[in-house]
């Protein structure tokens, strides 16, 4: 059964400081692989994907991840974190069939000014 | 904003009750999902519905049901309500429900069993 897991339930950043956030996933097959973000209150917007190609991938509000195969990884990056990235992120993997995406427990994100 | 639609926001309801969501999915979309999200179980996936019919089940309780209708909106329906169904509860939707679809995320109702 696939699985994801992020190992970092919190972290907290400066604002202008890199961020790297970790996911880890377990799936047999060539994995689709997603971030989603949750602002407090908020349903879930989708930050990128992977699917497959080129294994660093560009998201919205100036977020990427780059896909490991070797390390069953997918890790989000932003090289400066602003404020409003203030929010929980979730990792997550899609069967082949298309039809559930498994999370990972998330990642919730604080920023310092 | 996703295009997704969820009502209603908010739901507070008694413990045995019976309560219905409602989702409408994006334009053109035709598979639609539910997942619950709560504190000690985290987001999971519940069911999905192709084009009105059932195409996947997750952890889905047998005290709760979904369908989708003939104009794609869904509705996921939840009896005998306990506390621990007190979460909250998304609808996604995506094209055709695919892998290399894209699931786009309603807002959520928020439930609170009392």
């Known amino acids: 059964a696939q699985s994801v897991t992020q190992p970092d339930i919190h972290i907290t950043v400066s604002e202008g400081a890199s961020l790297e956030l970790r996911c880890n996933y377990s799936?047999?097959?060539?994995?689709?692989l997603f971030w989603y973000v949750q602002s407090p209150g908020q349903g879930l917007q989708l930050l990128l994907k992977y699917f497959s190609g080129d294994t660093l991938v560009q998201g919205i509000k100036g977020f990427e991840a780059e896909f490991k195969r070797s390390q069953s990884s997918f890790n989000l990056r932003k090289p400066s974190v602003h404020w409003s990235d203030a929010a929980e992120y979730f990792c997550?993997?899609?069967?082949?069939?298309?039809?559930?995406?498994?999370f990972g427990g998330g990642t919730r994100l604080m920023v310092k000014p | 904003d996703s295009g997704v639609t969820q009502t209603p926001k908010h739901l507070i309801t008694a413990t045995g009750q019976r309560v219905t969501l409602r989702c409408s999915p994006r334009?053109?979309?035709?598979?639609v999902y539910w997942y619950q999200q709560s504190l000690d179980q985290g987001l999971q996936f519940l069911i999905q519905?192709?084009?009105?019919?059932?195409?996947a089940k997750g952890n889905i309780l047998e005290r709760f049901s979904a369908q989708q209708f003939p104009d794609l909106h869904s509705e996921l329906n939840l009896s005998s309500l306990e506390l621990g169904d007190s979460a909250l509860y998304f609808c996604?939707?995506?094209?055709?429900?695919?892998?290399?679809?894209?699931?786009?995320f309603g807002p959520g109702t928020r439930l609170t069993v009392l």
């Open positions: 519905y192709y084009n009105g019919e059932e195409r």
């Open positions: 997550a993997v899609r069967n082949n069939a298309g039809n559930m995406l498994t």
């Open positions: 996604a939707s995506s094209v055709v429900g695919l892998a290399g679809d894209t699931q786009y």
């Open positions: 334009s053109g979309d035709l598979s």
């Open positions: 799936y047999g097959a060539t994995p689709y």
